[in-house]
């Protein structure tokens, strides 16, 4: 272990966590700078335990990256497609869903120390994990929903309003007792 630190996402606020060196998400690209115009493709497939409030990284899945490093002046350019599975809790109801996703990604590494560069070059390996995570991140929604129609919950504890069968007829149905009885309108028989 490094004895540096790296910002991470965990349970929905930014924390520190130390960064491994032999993490699946560094990658050697001393070949790519020593050859500028070169590139090569890079596949990583690893977990990751990525989360925000309501969104977290599927349990027992992986990131499955494959990228196309380009050595360029600067630096390092990677892109292409990233695939993982999400679990997403509707910001409603609460209801779990997991689905895959499948986004393009497209950033540079630098090598030089400008202040505006998000992600650089580290000695002769870049780690990849940090512009996954922004990016996956990113493409998860703010307040996840099950979907258009889902009508949260009720004020009674673990009431769903989206289950039918806990429905009743009418919450004013027990107004109807306390009506005095109204009286009849049939014609009065003489």
């Given at each position: 272990?490094?004895?540096?630190?790296?910002?991470?996402?965990?349970?929905?606020?930014?924390?520190?966590?130390?960064?491994?060196?032999?993490?699946?998400?560094?990658?050697?690209?001393?070949?790519?700078?020593?050859?500028?115009g070169s590139s090569r493709?890079?596949?990583?497939?690893?977990?990751?335990?990525?989360?925000?409030?309501?969104?977290?990284?599927?349990?027992?899945?992986?990131?499955?990256?494959?990228?196309?490093?380009?050595?360029?002046?600067?630096?390092?350019?990677?892109?292409?497609?990233?695939?993982?599975?999400?679990?997403?809790?509707?910001?409603?109801?609460?209801?779990?869903?997991?689905?895959?996703?499948?986004i393009r990604v497209a950033?540079?590494?630098?090598?030089?120390?400008?202040?505006?560069?998000?992600?650089?070059?580290?000695?002769?390996?870049?780690?990849?994990?940090?512009?996954?995570?922004?990016?996956?991140?990113?493409?998860?929604?703010?307040?996840?929903?099950?979907?258009?129609?889902?009508?949260?919950?009720?004020?009674?504890?673990?009431s769903d309003l989206n289950?039918?069968?806990?429905?009743?007829?009418?919450?004013?149905?027990?107004?109807?007792?306390?009506?005095?009885?109204?009286?009849?309108?049939?014609?009065?028989?003489?």
């Amino acid at each position: 272990m490094r004895s540096d630190t790296e910002i991470g996402c965990y349970g929905g606020a930014l924390t520190s966590a130390p960064v491994a060196d032999d993490t699946p998400f560094r990658v050697p690209v001393s070949d790519l700078l020593r050859r500028p115009g070169s590139s090569r493709v890079v596949v990583v497939d690893a977990p990751a335990g990525f989360r925000v409030q309501l969104s977290r990284m599927a349990p027992d899945s992986t990131i499955r990256a494959e990228l196309e490093l380009s050595s360029m002046s600067g630096g390092i350019f990677a892109r292409g497609p990233v695939t993982y599975r999400v679990v997403h809790s509707c910001s409603r109801c609460l209801t779990e869903r997991t689905e895959t996703n499948t986004i393009r990604v497209a950033q540079l590494f630098a090598d030089d120390d400008a202040d505006d560069i998000d992600y650089r070059i580290e000695g002769e390996e870049i780690d990849l994990e940090p512009m996954l995570r922004d990016e996956i991140i990113l493409d998860w929604p703010i307040s996840p929903s099950c979907g258009d129609a889902c009508e949260g919950l009720g004020s009674e504890a673990e009431s769903d309003l989206n289950d039918t069968s806990l429905r009743e007829e009418s919450p004013f149905a027990a107004l109807r007792d306390l009506l005095p009885e109204a009286p009849s309108t049939d014609p009065v028989e003489d």
